[in-house]
T-cell receptor
Framework: AQTVTQSQPEMSVQEAETVTLSCTYD???????LFWYKQPPSRQMILVIR??????QNATENRFSVNFQKAAKSFSLKISDSQLGDTAMYFC???????FGTGTRLTIIP | SQTIHQWPATLVQPVGSPLSLECTVE??????LYWYRQAAGRGLQLLFY??????ISSEVPQNLSASRPQDRQFILSSKKLLLSDSGFYLC???????????FGSGTRLTVV
């Protein structure tokens, strides 16, 4: 069975600082996809970034980047120059059938 | 462009009453469809998924059922709601072979 673990239930950081959210997973598959989703207070699930396991290059989307360590089964999200609008729950997820971690509540402090 | 609609947005139902939540996708054909539930302060739990009309897979045994009467319609139902059915329900879709998931805006269900 596939499992996803997020060990940081809550985090806070000053505006403009950099923050890293951790995620580990367990799978016996070799080719798969990993995702980070953001859920703001509106509760809409918003895709932040995705990574294909067969790509060695870490994915980057503007201020968001990942550190994908396939051998360690680790998939952390780095948010640079954090903004107040980044305040949300962040979920790490694994495909197939999109298995989610329990989430990290991130608060950006002005 | 593809869009996903989910309704109602909010629902308060008494224990023992039936439930019907609907999700439709526009602008695509033969999508994979999913129902997730999010308990307060928790992650998302996959309830059902469907890869085609009439094809439903259940991930967790529970008081709920799902149906897919049309290609782009996915319905979550219950004959008799329990207090433990309260939560936030999200519908999602992805194109077969594609790795992107798109979520609906969710339904907040409170069973009283």
């Amino acid at each position: 069975a596939q499992t996803v673990t997020q060990s940081q239930p809550e985090m806070s950081v000053q505006e403009a600082e950099t923050v890293t959210l951790s995620c580990t997973y367990d799978t016996s598959e070799n080719n798969y996809y990993l995702f980070w989703y953001k859920q703001p207070p509106s509760r809409q699930m918003i895709l932040v970034i995705r990574q294909e396991a067969y790509k060695q290059q870490n994915a980057t989307e503007n201020r968001f980047s990942v550190n994908f360590q396939k051998a360690a089964k680790s998939f952390s999200l780095k948010i640079s120059d954090s903004q107040l609008g980044d305040t949300a729950m962040y979920f790490c997820a694994f495909r197939e059938k999109l298995t989610f971690g329990t989430g990290t509540r991130l608060t950006i402090i002005p | 462009s593809q869009t996903i609609h989910q309704w109602p947005a909010t629902l308060v139902q008494p224990v023992g009453s039936p439930l019907s939540l609907e999700c439709t996708v526009e602008g695509t054909s033969n999508p994979n469809l999913y129902w997730y539930r999010q308990a307060a302060g928790r992650g998302l739990q996959l309830l059902f998924y469907s890869v085609g009309i009439g094809q439903i897979s259940s991930e967790v045994p529970q008081n709920l059922s799902a149906s897919r009467p049309q290609d782009r319609q996915f319905i979550l139902s219950s004959k008799k709601l329990l207090l433990s059915d309260s939560g936030f329900y999200l519908c999602a879709w992805t194109q077969q072979g594609n790795y992107g998931y798109t979520f609906g805006s969710g339904t907040r269900l409170t069973v009283v």
